[in-house]
């Protein structure tokens, strides 16, 4: 199984972007995908989640702000990221839920 998360970048406070991760060897749509990030010096975490029904759960730290979907047909899980804040600076990362692939991330950067 391969994980590849992508589109992250340097962003001003305020701002938005999307991250996109594909994969293979694993059909999105029959796992529990969640994102999850790495800040600077803390563990990895579970930020965002979406069940095989497409139900989403999110930390309160990104509620109303963060948002995650799935194409299945791309086998891509989305996360779109909305007024974002130095707060959301770190390495972000997709996998299933509880994670058991860890792929390369990608890394946000919010800063002015």
């Known amino acids: 199984v391969q994980l590849q998360a992508s589109g992250g970048g340097l962003v001003q406070p305020g701002g938005s972007l999307r991250l996109a991760c594909t994969g293979s060897?694993?059909?999105?749509?029959?796992?529990?995908m969640g994102w999850y990030r790495q800040a600077p010096g803390k563990q990895r975490i579970l930020i965002a989640g979406?069940?095989?029904?497409?139900?989403?759960n999110y930390v309160d730290s990104v509620k109303g702000r963060f948002t995650i979907s799935r194409d299945n047909a791309k086998n891509t899980v989305y996360l779109q990221m909305n007024n974002l804040t130095q707060d959301d600076t770190a390495v972000y990362y997709c996998?299933?839920?509880?994670?058991?692939?860890w792929g390369q991330g990608t890394l946000v950067t919010v800063s002015s």
């Open positions: 979406i069940t095989i029904g497409g139900n989403t």
């Open positions: 060897g694993i059909i999105f749509s029959r796992n529990f």
């Open positions: 996998n299933p839920v509880p994670a058991r692939f």
